[in-house]
């Protein structure tokens, strides 16, 4: 897919986080104009002021905007999962994909809405098989609240083209998992979590970023598996301990122990599933990152 490139009008909500950070500049990287919205009281362009809870937002932000792009949604494992917890999760992805389809109605221009969703969408009932986006939903929470998260997005379609990235582990030293990892195993404490065997489909920040632009300047539609390769929870472990020169010389951390700690939210780390991406890969894709070495490396050298 070499076709030259139509430059559009990009709004992103949850544009100041980690992903949003680089898409923004992927996005800037090959000419698109790009806007963010921001909860921020006063903030200058091109960042906008909304509020989804109050449903407020600069009316300025949605101005021959022909792209959305919703990355909002507190963090999964940032909290133990109370009751209270997990309605925020619910709601901070359904609640703000609502409000974004209510106001889109004033954005004649828009073309496609594309929304972050979750590898955890399959649940980890069958954790041999190997999930292509045909696949049916688990039945646990993360999985009935990605159900939910895509069903709110199709809200935008027929009217839009709409795009869901299902995004495994985000390797990055500047948040999620790797860190977490990383910073036990620096102490000496580090350790494979439950039986080590459960699987991490992984992707590194830049190639999740390029997918979003990738989406953009291919005007791609439906559901997209968004990982490079699936790696054990063991197998990552050892390999950043070695990337590091550190030992790992304790046991595994035992499950029993995790749930103690995490409660349901334990299933984030003890629990895994394996995904195919060949459908990505179909639109003419290529990940800068495919060798769980090479990231990796690109990841501790850019530390420096």
Same mark, same amino acid.
């Given at each position: ?6 430059k ?9 986080? $980690?992903?949003?950070?680089?898409v ?11 806007r ?19 449903k407020?937002? #600069?009316?300025?932000?949605?101005k ?6 919703? $990355? ?5 494992? #940032?909290?133990?999962w ?7 999760i619910?709601?901070?992805r ?26 955890t ?21 993360l ?5 939910r998260?895509?069903e709110?997005?199709?809200?935008f ?11 495994g ?6 948040g ?35 997918i ?7 005007? $791609? ?5 968004a ?16 990337k ?5 010389? $304790? ?6 122990a995790?749930?103690?700690v ?14 195919d991406?060949?459908?990505?890969? #179909? ?10 070495n090479?990231v990796? #490396?690109?990841?501790?050298e850019?530390?420096?």
């Open positions: 897919m070499n076709k030259e490139v139509v559009r009008v990009v709004l992103i909500a949850g544009g100041s986080g $980690l992903i949003g950070r680089e923004q500049q992927e996005l800037k990287k090959v000419g698109h104009e790009v963010i919205l921001t909860r921020e009281e006063q903030p200058s362009a091109p960042a906008y002021h909304w509020n989804p809870k109050t407020t937002i #600069d009316k300025d932000a949605l021959g905007v022909q792209v959305i792009i919703n $990355l909002a949604g507190a963090g999964i494992a #940032d909290k133990r109370t009751e209270k917890r997990k309605e925020v619910f709601n901070s359904i609640k703000t994909t609502q409000f974004l389809h209510e106001i889109s109605q004033n954005t004649p221009a828009l073309v496609q809405y594309i929304s972050a969703s979750g590898i969408c399959y649940g980890y009932e069958h954790p041999q098989k190997i999930y292509k986006e045909s696949d049916p939903f688990g039945t646990d929470f999985s009935t609240v990605v159900k998260w895509e709110v997005a199709d809200l379609s027929p009217q839009q083209k709409v795009v869901k990235i299902r995004t582990v985000v390797l990055t030293e500047e999620g998992a790797l860190p977490k990892i990383s910073g036990t195993i620096k102490n000496y404490v580090g350790a494979p979590l439950g039986s080590g065997e459960q699987i991490m489909p992984w992707i590194s920040l830049q190639d999740i970023a390029r979003y632009v990738h989406a953009v300047n291919h005007q $791609l539609s439906g559901a997209y598996n990982s490079a390769a699936n790696i054990t929870n063991k197998e990552l472990t050892k390999k950043v301990a070695k590091l020169n550190k030992p790992l010389w $304790l046991p595994n951390v035992p499950s029993f995790m749930k103690l995490l409660g349901e939210m334990s299933s984030v780390v003890l629990e895994g599933t394996r995904v991406n060949s459908k990505i890969l #179909d639109t003419g894709f290529e990940f800068k990152h495919r060798n769980i090479e990796l #490396d690109y990841i501790y850019q530390q420096g």
